[in-house]
C-alpha cells in the first residue's frame, strides 16, 4: 500500500538527540495518526490529528510531538530521544469509512 | 477510554485446523470492531470488521461474533494454512475514529 509513506525506514541515534520520523499519504484522508508497536503491547496512540488545525493527544504523548504540515503530511518529532522510546513507529490515516491505512512503519533504536 | 484485552498471546494450530482468538472491551458505547493482521516485518492491514448492530460477519475462511452483551467479540479462522501465519490485533472504537488495540495475538500454522 504506497499511498501512505514514512521516512525513514530505520533510524539509529543516540541519546538526548533530535529526531524527526515523517508520513506522507496520498489517499486525501483528513484523519492521521502515529501509533508505537512494542513487543506484548500491541499498537498504542501517541498523537492523532483529524485536519490541518487539530492536534491531540493519544494515550502516550509525553516526550513526542507532533506537526500537521498539511493534509497529506503529519510528523512526529522526539524532541531528546531515550532508550525508552525503541520502538517500531506507523503513521496511519482513516477515511469515512473507519478502516485505518497504515504506513510501512519506522524501526528506531535509540543507543 | 475503551480498554480492550486480547486472548491468547499466542496461539499454536495444525494446519488445517480452526483459530480462535477472543477480545473483551470495557465501554459498552463502542460501536466498531475490526481485526488487523500483521506478517512478520509488514504492516498491519484489515482484514474483517463487524458494526455492533451485526452479530456475525463472514468472508471466506475468516469469521467474527460480536456478544454486546457480554462485551466480547471473536475472530475464527477455518481450515488453518501457512499463511494464516501472522500476529493479529482487535480493536474497538466509539465512533470516534481512534481504535484502542488489543496486544495481538501470535498465531503458528505448524505443517
Known amino acids: 500500500d504506497a499511498d501512505v509513506t514514512q521516512t525513514p525506514r530505520n533510524r539509529i541515534t543516540k541519546t538526548g538527540k533530535r529526531i524527526m520520523l515523517e508520513c506522507s499519504q496520498t489517499k486525501g484522508h483528513d484523519r492521521m495518526y502515529w501509533y508505537r508497536q512494542d513487543p506484548g503491547l500491541g499498537l498504542r496512540l501517541i498523537y492523532y490529528s483529524f485536519d490541518v488545525k487539530d492536534i491531540n493527544k493519544g494515550e502516550i504523548s509525553d516526550g513526542y510531538s507532533v506537526s500537521r504540515q498539511a493534509q497529506a503530511k503529519f510528523s512526529l518529532s522526539l524532541e531528546s530521544a531515550i532508550p525508552n522510546q525503541t520502538a517500531l513507529y506507523f503513521c496511519?490515516?482513516?477515511?469515512?469509512?473507519?478502516?485505518?491505512?497504515f504506513g510501512p512503519g519506522t524501526r528506531l533504536l535509540v543507543l | 477510554g475503551e480498554n480492550v484485552e486480547q486472548h491468547p498471546s499466542t496461539l499454536s494450530v495444525q494446519e488445517g485446523d480452526s483459530a480462535v482468538i477472543k477480545c473483551t472491551y470495557s465501554d459498552s458505547a463502542s460501536n466498531y470492531f475490526p481485526w488487523y493482521k500483521q506478517e512478520l516485518g509488514k504492516r498491519p492491514q484489515l482484514i474483517i470488521d463487524i458494526r455492533s448492530n451485526v452479530g456475525e460477519k463472514k468472508d471466506q475462511r475468516i469469521a467474527v461474533t460480536l456478544n454486546k452483551t457480554a462485551k466480547h467479540f471473536s475472530l475464527h479462522i477455518t481450515e488453518t494454512q501457512p499463511e494464516d501465519s501472522a500476529v493479529y490485533f482487535c480493536a474497538a472504537t466509539l465512533n470516534d475514529y481512534k481504535l484502542s488495540f488489543g496486544a495481538g495475538t501470535t498465531v503458528t500454522v505448524r505443517a
Open positions: 496511519a490515516t482513516t477515511g469515512p469509512e473507519e478502516t485505518q491505512y
